[in-house]
């Protein structure tokens, strides 16, 4: 269920971005072979007009054909090379080039705010009110490896209760993050045992706490895990687009100054690639969020269609990009890049990027069993 949930979510925001490059090359004329669902092994297509609907074999997202995008001599001067993509001015070029990245944007716009319309997941402070929030609750944020809550807690698991010996956190206690920490360093060792809710199901489990986890605090006794008070944020119709504009700005932002960020680690040789997913780590991301349940999972959504929009604009060839700064090229130079220069480059690129996938989702996998 979790590879299919990926597989929909992937072909959704490959679409969109391809149905971006695809609306705006139509409305501006340049000739459009295909557009395809899935890619090569064709299953079966339908021509309505000049263009061709396909749906193929492999379900890993789609694309748009593009007549003169990879071009060749005829495309510069045959019958129809009016229709042209490489004919027409830069402008529309460079329009066609980033509808993709666009459209992601606009994706990302429209299920933040569905997802605040929905209920919003919103981390808020003790004590603090929302008006259109339901009561906070507990959530594991995060779980430190190899320490005590490792084997028997889990990001995203509710906590309902906790208790050691006959002492148990009641009231707003129980909603504290602050008083839970507290009460795991009191116990002075002693096995806590919490009851839980992961993924809908109620479970109890235990944990013994142990000194030195959090090298912060290397005497007081800890856990291993972080919580934080979640509360679902359900916003009227005007509030959730403005809510969500702002969620998409904020993380477009953020996304965008942390790959910046970890290029310039990576040339310092400095980069801590731990915390980078591929394809694998995605999936199981995906799952995650999608047994949280459907605000989570749109939410995970539109990040992840945030963050194509951001790689595909990086400047390198294949990507939309690469192909943006050859137009910006040909623009200042008055001179148009030879076709066999343009088509290597792209190609080499094309390796180079399937060569960096290949790397990443061995991490991936290595990290699964690690």
């Known amino acids: 269920m979790t590879l299919l949930i990926f597989l929909i979510v992937l072909v959704v925001l490959i679409l969109v971005h391809e149905f971006g490059h695809f609306i705006v090359a139509k409305l501006s004329g340049i000739r459009v072979d295909e557009f395809g669902i899935g890619f090569p092994p064709k299953l079966f297509g339908k021509k309505y007009g000049e263009t061709e609907y396909t749906v193929n074999a492999l379900p890993i997202g789609g694309f748009v054909k593009i007549y003169g995008e990879d071009p060749t001599e005829e495309q510069y001067a045959g019958a129809d090379s009016e229709r042209s ?47 259109y929030m339901d009561t906070p609750e507990l959530y594991v944020t995060s779980v430190l490896p190899d320490s005590p809550a490792a084997t028997t807690l889990q990001t995203g698991d509710q906590i309902v209760s906790i208790a050691r010996d006959n ?112 394809p694998v780590g995605i999936v199981t991301m995906v799952g995650d969020a999608a047994a949280l349940g459907l605000s989570w999972l749109l939410t995970f959504t539109a990040f992840i269609s945030l963050n194509l929009a951001v790689i595909n604009l990086l400047p390198i060839p294949a990507l939309d990009g690469g192909r943006l700064v050859f137009v910006i090229i040909e623009g200042i130079t008055r001179r148009t890049i030879k076709p066999v220069i343009a088509r290597t480059v792209n190609q080499v690129g094309f390796v180079a990027l399937l060569l960096l996938m290949v790397l990443v989702t061995a991490h991936d996998v290595l990290r699964l069993f690690s």
């Open 85 to 131: 993509f490489v004919r027409k001015p830069r402008y529309i070029q460079a329009a066609v080039l980033v509808a993709g990245v666009v459209m992601n944007i606009v994706l990302a716009f429209v299920l933040y705010s569905t997802t605040y319309m929905l209920g919003m997941p919103t981390a808020v402070a003790e004590g603090e009110v929302r008006p």
């Open 167 to 278: 002492s148990v956190l009641t009231g707003e206690d129980a909603l504290s993050p602050r008083a839970v920490s507290n009460f795991i360093a009191q116990s002075d060792a002693q096995t806590v045992t919490l009851d839980i809710v992961r993924h809908g199901k109620p479970l109890e489990v235990t944990v013994t706490p142990q000194a030195g986890v959090v090298p912060e605090s290397p005497e007081r006794a800890a856990a291993g895990f972080t919580l934080s008070l979640v509360g679902m944020e359900r916003l009227p119709f005007l509030q959730a687009l403005v809510a969500g504009a702002q969620n998409t700005y904020q993380t477009l932002v953020h996304i965008t100054v942390g790959l910046g960020t970890l290029a310039a680690q990576v040339v310092h040789g400095t980069a801590d690639l731990t915390h980078v997913a591929g």
